[in-house]
């Protein structure tokens, strides 16, 4: 088994070599995906948000304006 990596020995690669380690990372977790899942409760709140939107599709807020509103802040 290999030793944890720390943040400052992160930060010192070069940002190719960061942008390698994070693709590593992601296929890693996508690896296992089948080892986690969602729980009863999350799955239900998912449904019960995927069939608010269906009913009222233009309520809320956009990702866009969301993004807007933050970039407008001090």
Do not use: F, N, Y
Not at 14 to 27: G, P, Q
């Amino acid at each position: 088994m290999s030793r944890p990596v720390s943040i400052d020995e992160i930060r010192q690669l070069s940002v190719a070599e960061r942008v390698l380690l994070v693709k590593e990372i992601r296929d890693s977790i996508s690896a296992d995906a089948e080892s986690w899942s969602l729980s009863v409760e999350q799955q239900q709140e998912l449904t019960r948000r995927a069939a608010a939107h269906d009913c009222s599709p233009d309520e809320g807020t956009s990702w866009d304006e969301i993004k807007g509103g933050l970039r407008s802040r001090p």
